[in-house]
């Protein structure tokens, strides 16, 4: 005959019941919690990976952006056409009345069939130097920019102007002074040329890029002498005057300058390093 405990029976039931279920719960619990720990390592990895970044994370243009560097980039062609027709004009004229001293005092001569304008000079020499000081008006800031020293030695165009009534001097008086020998006069008027350098220039980059374009257009003008378009008289220096070198110097800074106030005020671009 059995006897059964019921009280025993419940508690031993009941813990059990409780014993089942607390080993069935860390093992839903594990379960779960690995599964978000697998999620997050994997939206994780979606999330830094190269494809994502540059799907999502890349910067993309916008079309302000393109607008504005096309705009930019048509503001500085215009800035530079404009200073290109200036710089012709200042070129072609200062030719003219320049060319006109010379010819006056039978210094340059011109064969008779050449001579076709009223400044009985001949018709290529006006275009020629305004090409010329176009060419080498821009080409001075952008020396200047280049080497990352901009020029800041009295830049206003009083002092411009004042560079070019000494520029016309230093030809007017390569016209008038009588010397006894053209070295006298050549190492005059190179005494007024550095002169005018010091004065109105005092950077390195002017002072070279005005020794190339003497060296530059002496060279020319001798090749032009020496085929007969036109001559000197009293030549001392191969088919030339001495003196000439030193009126390419002095209008090389003349028209570097000029660039240089012209350029005043539009943006330069960046240097990379």
């Known amino acids: ?30 379960a779960s919690g690995l599964v978000a720990k697998v999620g997050e390592m994997l939206s994780s990895s979606v999330s830094n990976s190269p494809l994502t970044f540059m799907a999502h994370g890349a910067p993309k243009p916008s079309g302000s952006s393109l607008s504005s560097s096309s705009a930019g980039g048509l503001n500085l062609s215009r800035d530079l056409l404009q200073r290109s027709l200036v710089l012709f ?7 003219l009345v320049l060319n006109l001293l010379q010819i006056q005092r039978n210094v340059t001569l011109f064969p008779e069939e ?20 176009a060419v080498v ?10 080497l990352g020293e901009p020029h800041k030695f009295k830049r206003e165009w009083a002092s411009v ?26 190492l005059t008027l190179a005494a007024l040329s550095l002169g005018l ?22 060279l020319i003008t001798q090749v032009l002498v020496y085929n007969g378009v036109y001559q000197y008289t009293s030549p001392d220096f191969l088919y030339i005057r001495s003196w000439l070198p030193c009126i390419f110097f002095s209008g090389g ?7 240089r106030q012209l350029a005043m005020g539009v943006p330069e671009k960046p240097h990379s390093d």
């Not at 008006?137 to 280049?146: A, F, K, N, R, V």
């Not at 003349?254 to 660039?259: K, R």
């Open 137 to 146: 008006g821009l080409l001075y800031p952008c020396i200047d920019s280049h």
């Open 161 to 186: 102007m004042r560079c070019i009534a000494v520029f016309v001097g230093i030809n007017h008086a390569s016209a008038k002074l009588d010397f006894a020998n053209n070295i006298q006069l050549s």
């Open 89 to 95: 004009f200042v070129g072609t004229f200062l030719a």
């Open 1 to 30: 005959m059995e006897t059964s405990v019921p009280g025993l029976e419940g508690h031993t039931c009941g813990c059990s019941c409780a014993v089942g279920r607390r080993s069935q719960a860390p093992s839903g619990g594990t």
């Open 197 to 218: 350098w010091w004065t109105f220039d005092r950077s390195r980059s002017g002072l070279g890029l005005g020794i190339t374009i003497a060296f530059l257009a002496t």
């Open 253 to 259: 800074v003349t028209v570097g300058n000029i660039g």
């Open 114 to 133: 050449v001579i076709s304008t009223i400044f009985s000079s001949a018709w290529w020499v006006p275009p020629c130097c305004g090409t010329a000081a």
